[in-house]
């Protein structure tokens, strides 16, 4: 994924970007509506029984999730002067979400090895302060985080910025 120019390691992109198109199946739903948070771009998402997605959370399981927001090119139809638009899927949105394949997230806490275990943080740990609800992360940490089974990381391999990619091996919530 990342090339090398100079003895350099290029940065591997941004969160929600596909990384790998040959196995890629991609579903758009639009963002439920009563939802009161933005869905980033690399978020992991659920989807809820009337056919909406929501940002994987506190309350979520891994049974729920259904796989990552993809990055997009948005264009403003109101120029609001709000930027998350261009960041983020706002409740109502349509929205493309990776069910099967590679794409790149942020790892927020641990060192992804490849092939290995992908958590979603789902509660605060004031000793893990990089840690997020909804979150990626590579290592577990108790009940405070959930290990999606059909998850993983791709190559082990993090860049400066966090950015990593993972591998969804199996459609979870089709």
Not at 3 to 21: E, F
């Amino acid at each position: 994924m990342p090339g090398s120019a100079i003895g350099k390691t290029l940065n591997y992109g941004y969160a929600g970007n596909v990384s790998r198109s040959s196995d890629a199946i991609i579903e758009s739903r639009p963002v439920r509506l009563t939802d009161t948070t933005p869905v980033n771009f690399g978020d992991p998402v659920v989807l809820n029984a009337d056919n909406t997605y929501s940002k994987f959370g506190a309350t979520s399981t891994a049974a729920q999730f259904a796989g990552i927001a993809v990055r997009e090119v948005k264009q403003h139809i109101v120029y609001s002067g709000a930027g998350a638009a261009s960041v983020a899927y706002q409740p109502g949105d349509p929205m493309d979400a990776l069910h099967r394949g590679s794409i790149t997230v942020v790892c927020n806490v641990g060192t992804p090895t490849a092939g290995g275990s992908v958590y979603i943080r789902i509660a605060t740990n004031a000793a893990i302060p990089a840690g997020v609800i909804g979150g990626f992360e590579a290592a577990a940490d108790g009940t405070n985080t959930v290990q999606i089974p059909n998850l993983k990381w791709k190559t082990g391999k993090m860049d400066a910025n966090k950015i990593a990619e993972v591998t969804i091996l199996t459609r979870n919530n089709p």
